[in-house]
C-alpha cells in the first residue's frame, strides 16, 4: 500500500501557485499578480490592503501566505494573508514594531518569520524577528540575533529551515544568518558572494535556495545558490536584466521566479530545478514596479 501524502505539503512538494504583491510605482500601490504553475503572471488584481512598499512576505500553513510590514508614508506592521486560492484578505492590525525594508521566509514546515529592517525612531536599523504561526497570526517582537540592517533577503531551504542573507548598514554587505526549524536565527555567518543590497530571494528544487540580483553600485544580475544544508555558494555570472528592489517566490513546487523590481520593470525570469536562472521573459505582464513582495501559496 503507498503512504498517503497531504495535499500541498510543504515538506514533500512545496506550494504550486505564487503571489506578486504591493510595491510602488513612484506612488505605493496595493495591487498583486498570481503566478500559474506554469510560471506565467497574470494581470494585476485591484488592491483589497493598503497600499504601500518595502514590505515582505512569506509562507505560512503549507498552502497560504502572508504579507506584512512597509511603508506608506508613514512605518506600518499590519499584515495582509493571503489564501490558498490566492486572496489577498484585507489588513490585520500591527503586532510587531512597524517598520520598511525588511525580509521574510518560511520555516517549520508550516511557519514564517519576519525579521530586521528600518524603524522610525533609533536605532534605525533593526534585527527584531516576528514570528508567523501556522494559523498566520503574527507574534510580538523577538529580539534580533544577527547585525541590525535593511534592504535584505530571505528565503527557505532544506525543507525547513531559513536563511537571511546580504543588506545594508551604510554599506552593503553579504552576511547571512540560519534561521532554525524552530524560528531561532543564528549569528552572523561571514559572507561568500559579493556584498550587496535588495536582492531577492526564494526556494527551489525542494530543499535548497537562491539569491539574486541587487544593488551593488548599480544593479546586478548575479545569483548565489543556497545549498540544503544552507551553505551559501559563490556568485554565479548573472542572467537577465540587472536590477534591484524585486521580488521572488517558488511555484510549482521546486522552480522559482524573480519578477519586477526598480526602475520599474515588469520582466520576470524563472529558475529551474537546478537552480538555473532564465533569460528575461518577454511576455511577463502586470504594472512594472519595485519594492514589492511575493510568496507562494497553495
Do not use: W
Request: with cysteine; net charge negative; glycine share 18%.
Amino acid at each position: 500500500m503507498f503512504p498517503i501524502v497531504p495535499a500541498n505539503s510543504a515538506a514533500e512538494s512545496g506550494n504550486q501557485e505564487g503571489i506578486f504583491g504591493f510595491g510602488t510605482t513612484g506612488s505605493a500601490v496595493g495591487m498583486t499578480n498570481l503566478v500559474s504553475n506554469a510560471g506565467v503572471v497574470a494581470t494585476d488584481v485591484a488592491a483589497v490592503g493598503t497600499a504601500r512598499d518595502h514590505l515582505a512576505a512569506c509562507e505560512f500553513g503549507g498552502d497560504q501566505g502572508i504579507f506584512g510590514f512597509g511603508y506608506t508614508g508613514s512605518y506600518v506592521g499590519m499584515t495582509n494573508l493571503v489564501s490558498n486560492a490566492g486572496v489577498v484578505a484585507t489588513d490585520v492590525a500591527a503586532v510587531g514594531t512597524a517598520r520598511r525594508h525588511v525580509a521574510a521566509c518560511s520555516y517549520g514546515e508550516d511557519k514564517g518569520i519576519f525579521g530586521y529592517g528600518q524603524i522610525a525612531s533609533g536605532p534605525t536599523r533593526v534585527s527584531t524577528t516576528n514570528l508567523v504561526s501556522n494559523a498566520g497570526v503574527v507574534a510580538t517582537d523577538t529580539a534580533g540575533a544577527g547585525t541590525a540592517r535593511v534592504y535584505l533577503g530571505a528565503c527557505e531551504f532544506g525543507g525547513d529551515q531559513g536563511i537571511f542573507g546580504f543588506g545594508y548598514t551604510g554599506s552593503a554587505l553579504g552576511m547571512t544568518n540560519l534561521v532554525s526549524n524552530a524560528g531561532v536565527v543564528a549569528t552572523d555567518v561571514a559572507a561568500v558572494g559579493t556584498a550587496r543590497e535588495y536582492p531577492g530571494a526564494c526556494s527551489y528544487g525542494e530543499d535548497k535556495g537562491i539569491f539574486a540580483y541587487g544593488y551593488a553600485g548599480g544593479g546586478v544580475s548575479m545569483s548565489n545558490l543556497v545549498s540544503n544544508a544552507g551553505v551559501v555558494q559563490t556568485d554565479v555570472t548573472g542572467v537577465g536584466t540587472a536590477r534591484y528592489r524585486l521580488a521572488a517566490t517558488q511555484y510549482d513546487a521546486d522552480k522559482g521566479i524573480f519578477g519586477y523590481g526598480y526602475e520599474y520593470f515588469s520582466v520576470t525570469n524563472l529558475v529551474s530545478d537546478a537552480g538555473v536562472v532564465a533569460t528575461d521573459q518577454a511576455a511577463t505582464t502586470g504594472t512594472a514596479r519595485g519594492g514589492l513582495a511575493a510568496c507562494s501559496f497553495n
